[in-house]
């Protein structure tokens, strides 16, 4: 099984070792190297305050992490925006957006609730109609949709989306496509440019192997001087220092979403652990998850599980959803955890979601596990 071998080198995931970690969908083991990055910028912070985060500092606290966006989404670095997380950058894009009375939003049943209720809030204020389906999302599109927003990939099955599908349907019809790649950014290579996305959000915590506290956004070139965001502070002037209020112009660019002071450390942070990813080939960490995913599966499904993930190749992700006959999965769950197997439940399926720090030793220790808890 040598393409299973491992690919992080011991460090760089200690915590690994401690447990069985099958949980990456809801929040990740952190990249060592991020997690040093923050703690030394907080420590820094603690003893020095502006004598080394001086204003030149804090102006450019996000460069290093709009480069390695950049790199993650092959965009440009001036196409991506720092937030505090996916939710505050989401809810800005949507105020910006701000579908009239008369319009549509089309997303999905099956949402994280975060990637629908900035669009809903918006709607109940401007009078659009949220549409929410399930199977067939382009029948739903029509000339008076005025966003797509949906996840590439589903959090509880880990279903993939036809994004380009997605995006030529908006396109038809006048709509702007906006994707949560909160379940997919790390974990799957994502090109915005090629699939024709218009705005992408993630947050940092899952597939990215980041810190809390952060998360980005890329916006396509055409919406840069066309959205007001929905929240401005000190950071939203073109020349931030300016401070002055009574006036507000805007930067060209996605910088125009970054509005205030936030946890900069974790800036840096991120960028540590994306270019990490990059450098293992978020490409090849992909076909690897996927293989662990595919053990898993074979063994649910020896087990006479019921496996709820699609498992063809251009519908599947490596999170895999699944139950058991006659089985409350929650309390499955938390004799895995007990067990030292981490995983989750949503809407009663138990969720496993292997990453780069995973062997086919975790899977057959998860499989073990199952057997013990069931009898
Ligand atoms: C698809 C999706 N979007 C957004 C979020 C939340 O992101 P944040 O905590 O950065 O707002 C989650 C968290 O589980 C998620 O699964």
């Given at each position: ?8 080198a011991p ?19 952190m ?22 985060f001086?204003e030149?500092?804090?102006e ?7 480069a ?7 965009c ?61 999302l ?26 380009a ?27 915005v ?48 220092w ?14 125009r979403f970054?509005f ?8 840096p ?7 990490y ?16 995913a ?32 006659d ?11 007990e ?14 979601s ?22």
């Amino acid at each position: 099984m040598s393409d299973l071998t491992p690919i992080v080198a011991p460090g760089d995931f200690p915590a690994s070792r401690k447990s069985v970690y099958l949980n990456t969908a809801s929040v990740c083991l952190m990249y060592s190297g991020a997690e040093r990055v923050v703690v030394e910028w907080t420590h820094d912070l603690a003893e020095n305050g502006t004598i080394h985060f001086d204003e030149a500092a804090e102006e450019r606290a996000f460069a290093t992490l709009h480069a390695s966006a950049a790199r993650l989404f092959n965009c440009r670095p001036e196409e991506i925006a720092v937030g505090s997380s996916a939710t505050e950058l989401l809810a800005s894009l949507a105020w910006a957006v701000a579908p009239a009375a008369g319009s549509n939003i089309v997303s999905t049943s099956l949402e994280f609730p975060s990637t629908v209720y900035p669009w809903a809030r918006v709607a109940r204020h401007t009078g659009a109609e949220v549409r929410l389906g399930a199977d067939d999302l382009i029948g739903l599109i029509d000339p008076g949709t005025a966003v797509v927003c949906v996840s590439d990939v589903i959090y509880i099955t880990g279903q993939r989306l036809d994004v380009a599908s997605l995006a030529e349907a908006a396109r038809r019809n006048g709509a702007l496509l906006v994707i949560d790649a909160t379940q997919s950014a790390g974990g799957i290579p994502i090109d915005v440019g090629a699939l024709g996305i218009d705005a992408l959000i993630t947050a940092s915590y899952k597939w990215l192997c980041g810190p809390f506290g952060v998360a980005v956004m890329y916006l396509a070139p055409h919406l840069h001087e066309r959205l007001e965001p929905g929240l401005v502070g000190f950071r939203s002037h073109e020349r931030m220092w300016d401070l002055r209020a009574d006036r507000l112009k805007l930067p060209p660019n996605a910088h125009r979403f970054e509005f205030s002071t936030m946890a900069y450390g974790c800036a840096p942070g991120l960028a540590s652990s994306i270019d990490y990813l990059l450098r293992l080939d978020v490409g090849r960490i992909f076909s690897r998850n996927k293989k662990l995913a595919d053990l898993l599966i074979e063994g649910l499904r020896e087990r006479n599980a019921e496996v709820l993930s699609p498992t063809d190749d251009g519908a599947r992700s490596s999170i895999v959803a699944t139950r058991f006959a006659d089985t409350d999965v929650r309390i499955l769950a938390e004799r895995l955890n007990e067990a030292g197997i981490v995983v989750s439940t949503r809407r009663n399926v138990l969720r496993f979601s292997p990453h780069l720090y995973n062997d086919s030793d975790d899977i057959q220790q998860a499989l073990t596990a199952i057997d013990r808890c069931l009898t």
